[in-house]
Every structure is written in C-alpha cells, then in structure tokens.
C-alpha cells in the first residue's frame, strides 16, 4: 500500500474489515515460496557429497542465497512506499522458477551459487509486497494478518526438508525441477491476489499536504532510532541461532548420533513444522496484550531450552527442538509489527529492511558458523550459539508503542 491516505477515517489499511481470502492466498503463496526456499539447505548433504564440498563451501551457498534474498528487500520496499507494485509478486516468483530449474542440473560449485541467487532475488521481490498485501487486507488486525502471513512460509519452510528426503534424497538433484510446478501455481494466485491489491489501493495524497494521524509517532526520533537498533540486535540473535539449525541441525545429528541422511531430514522437519506451529502465536497475541511482552518471550524465553540442547540424548533432543521452534517463531511477526508502528507509513521500508536483515542474518550466520565447524566441531557450533537468546534482555530497554496494549 502506499504511505498514507487522504481519509482521516482510514486509520491504517483501507479495507474496513480483515479480508480472509487474500490473507489465505499470501499465505498459501508464502507455503509454495518457503517450501521452494528450503529446498536450499535441504540439498545441502547431497551437494556436499557429489560437488565434494567443505562445510565453508555450503556455507557459502547458503550466503549467496541469503544475501542476494537481504541486500534487494529494503530497497524494493523504499520503492513500493512510493509506487506500489501489484504484479511484482508475480514477477518475483519467475525468479525462483529459474534458479530451480538451474539449480536442478548445476554440476559446478559456481553454477550452484548463480542458481540460489536467482532464488534469492525471487525473495527479495515477494516479501515487502507481499507484506504489505497483508498489512492492506488486515482491517486493522496487523498482528494476526502478519502471523497469518508468516504461517505460510514456516509451514513451506518445514515442508522442504520432507518432501527433499522423499524425493531428492531417494531420485537425485535433477528431481528439484519438479517444484517448478509449485513457481508455477504460486504466480497464477499470485496475479489473482495482485488484481484485487491493485483494485484496493489506497489513495495517494496531493504533494505537500500535511500527513493523516496514522502516519505519526509520539515518540521522539532518538527513542524510535534506539529501539529499531534493539530490534535489529533481536533479530540478529533470532537468525544467528535459526542459521545453526536450518543449516547444520542435520549434521549435528549425524555427527553426534549418527542419524541417516533422511532421519536427519525427518528431525529437521520436525524442528520447522514447530516453527510452523508457533508463528500464530506472536501476532494475534501481540494484538491482545502488546508486541513488547511477546518479544520478551520469544527471544528471551527460549534461553533456558536452547542451552540445555548441546547436553541432551537423541530423544529429548527432539523435544527441545520442538518447544524452540513454537517459543522462538512467535517472535518475528511481533516485531515486524512493532516496527512498523514506530515508523507508520513506511510499511514497506520496515518489511524489506526487517525480511531482508532476517535473510541476510541467516546468510552471514550460515557462512560465519560453517567455517568455525570446519576449524572446530559442530558440536562446538552449537554450543556456542545456544548463549545468542539471552540478548533478548534488551527488549527491557524497548518504549510502548501503544499505551493501551504495550504498557
């Protein structure tokens, strides 16, 4: 949506009331989109085997995916503040579509690199477009449209890992072709969604005239810039720690209990099926009795289960995977929407900035974290990386943003 509107009435979205149907539908796209994403990482043993990578190397692949899916989403969403762009979402898809295809017959380290860019850029396209679709069709129920929204894509990122045991793990890297068929699905809702987005844009104001109250803040600018920079440390903590098991759960399991390839994969999905389960949480809560409370937590709550994972057996391994993902995934559409309530009328800067920082934190800490398992143990990896959640003590230092609910 654009920045504001001309309408004292429309408090933030235009529609009046939550629009299901097209929460349903971004979602639904997120779930192909996340699914096509996690077949990334979820390659990763196979492609170490038959490239003969190190774990630096994969970490590298998962950097460049990461980073091309970062770097792209602030300034795609600068752009789309001042010039919405119903139909990027599908355009964005037919990036993703490429690397897959790519991606299915690459047989050099090299090839690997460009395909997951490609991939990479599909995402950096979809997000802020997308999330600011949700945040149009929410009626005013930011959290549970984002949490809505977020849904999608943890379901599609859990999703991954199972179908790639099953179909590429048992058939070989040139079965990934066969997602294109979900690129392909996921353009045709998305060119639905994108007609009724383009019906119901807000209207734009005439230059120079004064901004609606929706677009204001209290605050005072050190205080909006003192709590975004706490919530980008958040989101670092929360992406640092989501790197260490996307990327190299599956191995952890290996090396410590020495786990096949595909049981490897079944607790991997487990884990992101969890996440999966959590991220309603954090929305519709946050709405209920403030973002601050479900940032406190998410990112701090999760702590206690994170450090005791390194010392437990297989079996309660398992479990506290379980209870990290649901704790740790409420996490992300609360702060999105706390940002974006600092910064009323940048709703698509604070989503490209904060989906693009939580790919890119994903990124470096994949490739940071691979090459210290190569220098060190995954073992080690791991107990370091249970410590980056009691950074959530910050969230203390975070103002209200809304008396009535975050006091």
């Not at 390659?43 to 630096?56: V, Y």
């Not at 803040?217 to 098991?245: C, D, E, G, Q």
């Not at 309603?280 to 409370?293: A, E, S």
């Amino acid at each position: 949506m654009s920045t504001s509107t001309t309408s004292p009435a429309a408090i933030t979205p235009t529609t009046q009331a939550t629009v299901f149907p097209i929460l349903v539908a971004i979602s639904f796209a997120h779930l192909l989109n996340d699914t096509m994403q996690s077949l990334i990482p979820s390659t990763f043993p196979l492609l170490k085997q038959s490239l003969h990578l190190d774990f630096g190397q994969v970490g590298l692949i998962m950097f460049c995916f990461q980073l091309t899916a970062s770097l792209l989403q602030p300034f795609v969403g600068l752009y789309t503040d001042k010039k919405p762009q119903p139909y990027s979402l599908a355009a964005g898809m037919c990036f993703t579509l490429a690397g897959l295809m790519l991606l299915s017959q690459a047989a050099t380290f090299t090839l690997v690199l460009v395909a997951v860019a490609l991939v990479g850029v599909g995402s950096s396209i979809f997000h802020p477009e997308a999330s600011r679709l949700a945040y149009l069709a929410s009626g005013g129920r930011r959290g549970l449209a984002q949490s809505l929204f977020q849904l999608g894509g943890n379901a599609g990122a859990s999703l991954g890992p199972l179908l790639a045991a099953h179909i590429i793990a048992s058939y070989g890297q040139s079965r990934i072709m066969w997602f294109g068929l979900f690129a392909l699905l996921a353009i045709a809702v998305l060119l639905q969604a994108g007609a009724w987005y383009k019906k119901n844009l807000p209207r734009r104001p005439k230059k120079g005239a004064p901004k609606p109250l929706a677009q204001t803040n209290a605050l005072p600018s050190s205080r909006i810039a003192l709590a975004l920079s706490i919530l980008l440390v958040l989101i670092f903590s929360k992406y640092f720690y989501m790197a260490s098991m996307s990327s190299y759960y599956m191995f952890y399991l290996m090396d410590k209990f020495h786990v096949s390839d595909q049981n490897a994969q079944m607790h991997l999905f487990l884990f992101l099926f969890s996440v999966a389960a959590g991220t309603l949480i954090g929305g519709p809560v946050g709405d209920r009795v403030g973002r601050k409370y479900v940032i406190w937590f998410s990112i701090l709550g999760v702590a206690p289960f994170t450090l005791l994972l390194p010392y437990a057996n297989l079996f309660w391994t398992s479990v506290l995977s379980v209870i990290i993902g649901i704790i740790l995934a409420s996490a992300f559409s609360a702060i999105l929407v706390y940002a974006q309530e600092l910064l009323p009328g940048k709703v698509g800067l604070i989503s490209g900035l904060f989906f693009g920082l939580a790919f890119g934190m994903g990124g470096i800490g994949a490739a940071v974290l691979g090459k210290l398992a190569d220098q060190t143990s995954i073992s080690h990896v791991f107990h370091l990386c249970a410590f980056l959640p009691l950074l959530g003590l910050l969230t203390g230092f975070l103002p209200n943003t809304n008396p009535r609910t975050n006091n």
